[in-house]
Nanobody, 116 residues
Framework: QAQLVESGGGLVQPGGSLRLSCAAS????????MGWYRQTPGKQRELVAT???????NYADSVKGRFTISRDNAKNTISLQMSSLKPEDTAVYYC??????????WGQGTQVTVSS
């Protein structure tokens, strides 16, 4: 059974940067696509970015040009580098493993708060 553990969340000022990481275990990490979702209270989780097993990335329009997803198959980790952060990026961010394009395992989430 896969386990995903996020880290790196916190409080940052608007315009600032933050890097999230996700460590995976219990799965053959390199063969799966991975992704980041986020959720704010009262709203459904929304897709932020995905990365295929070969490293091809896709982004939600709202974060394109500001966020970068990456993976290190040797370390079983993915990362989300977030720049030019806006208050509307405030959310709990979740790491996911993707199976046929859909999340099948979730991390516990890490809070990102963008506020002055």
């Amino acid at each position: 059974q896969a386990q995903l553990v996020e880290s790196g969340g916190g409080l940052v000022q608007p315009g600032g940067s933050l890097r999230l990481s996700c460590a995976a275990s219990g799965t053959i990490f390199s063969i799966y696509a991975m992704g980041w979702y986020r959720q704010t209270p009262g709203k459904q989780r929304e897709l932020v970015a995905t990365i295929t097993s070969r490293g091809s990335a896709n982004y939600a329009d709202s974060v394109k040009g500001r966020f970068t997803i990456s993976r290190d198959n040797a370390k079983n980790t993915i990362s989300l580098q977030m720049s030019s952060l806006k208050p509307e990026d405030t959310a709990v961010y979740y790491c996911t493993r993707l199976l046929d394009g859909e999340p099948d395992y979730w991390g516990q989430g890490t809070q990102v708060t963008v506020s002055s």
